[in-house]
């Protein structure tokens, strides 16, 4: 980093490829440069730049969305006069309505509860270091976003929307629902949110805080 | 120079390099995570999880995904017979999407994590770099496969009850998640620096509890 945030420890400029265990100094990073491992390429750290302002309005965003996309209508099905209306969480309900509980239970956390969880944690993080306010927990939810980070599955989901529309469009008329154009908004939004936060920032910018 | 011959290691979750006691594990100072110099018993947990997989991978293809009822007919279909319906409604694009994703990722990923384990084992010296590489794209594109579990579930969701018609989501799906979540999981325990290791001190952390 060009400035070194203040009460980060030293060695935070050394790093341990997490993929060969080279050890290696990261270079001082511009605004949008990435350091990459001297071995294997593997990405060790990106400074998105931007400061904490942008990833809070793009997750702030991101939450709205992510409410708007699951207050309205999915999709909406219409067989000779008979309609059914589907929301996102009915995509899980219906596995567990045919016994499928597990599977209802993968869905379910990939297409909402771990893109809410990723969204609200980031904000409480990023609330919290841009306010200074001492909050409870804080290490926890900061380290929460990386372990949930593979299960979320917005852009798989979507690409089963197309999947789904083009099969059941041969048998019945479909509607787009408001939600579907929310749900686009959020992936678009969540990924750009992802892309302005690196959470290696945010641990040495908690390293000098009495938070817990 | 190797962070582990100066028992050195990054924390897995925020990354703070730090020095380990002998034991080779210890907690982060910064985020309290555990790290280790290599993970517990990676390989053969990754082998268990790999194994499962494969043997999931029989009904996971050869039971139907869902059930079509409609005016009295009844049309299974399964992974396989999905992308060839989407192929018969001159649907290309999307049905070659679909093969890949379902079909050769899945396929592709559980031979890949074999490779990786098989090479480690044999303490290979060779393309380290390429099988690190080959490991970063495995762990990235195997969520793709997820996609006909969402396809399943919305159709499901959307065709219920009717009078016309009902599609009923099938055992295939359950086992076809668990061939998704389970090489999630063999990738997760995969330890890449292993394909570094010599196989001196590092191996030994990761292959004895």
Redesign the interface.
Known sequence: MKQRERGA?F??E??????????QRIPALEAGQAARCR????LL?RNPGGGLDRPLALFLSALILLLLANIFPF?T?E??G?Q?I?TIL??????YH?G?G??AV??FL??ILAPALIISCALYVLLAIRFNVSLPAV?MA??WI??LK?WV?LD??M??????F???D???S?HIGLSLFAFIGLIILSTAAMAAFE??LL?RR??GKRFT | ????H?G???C???????RLPASGHGHCP????RVRLRMANSISITWAFLITAVIAYLPANLYPVMTVV?LGNTQSDTILS?VV??LL?G?WP?AL??FV?SVMVPLLKMAALAYLLLSVQRRSPLR??QR??L??IIEMVG??S??????V????????A????TI??GPG??AF?SVV?LT?FAA?SFD??L???KGEVGHDIATSP
């Not at chain 1, 341990?16 to 050890?23: K, P, R």
């Not at chain 2, 897995?12 to 730090?18: D, F, G, K, P, Y």
């Not at chain 2, 997820?146 to 396809?151: A, K, L, P, S, Y």
């Open positions: 420890p060695r935070a050394l790093t341990a490829c997490h993929e060969c265990d080279e050890l071995i294997c390429q593997a750290l999709m099905l067989i000779q008979q059914e589907t009915g995509t899980s309900q219906v596995l045919a499928m597990a599977l993968v869905v990939t297409s290490r900061l380290s990386s372990h593979p599955m798989v989901y690409l089963g929307v197309l999947v789904a083009v099969k059941l041969k048998m019945a479909l959470p290696q641990w908690l390293a | 120079m190797r962070a582990r100066l050195l290691a990054s897995h979750t925020c990354n703070l390099l730090q910064r985020c309290h995570s409609s999905g319906f989407l409604h649907d999307l999407i679909v994703a380290k770099a690190t590489r490991y970063r969520r793709w997820m996609v006909d579990i969402f396809v579930a919305l159709m499901a969701a959307l065709v219920q009717g009078n016309l018609a009923i989501p799906a359950l998640a979540i999630i997760m890449p620096r394909i570094w290791d």
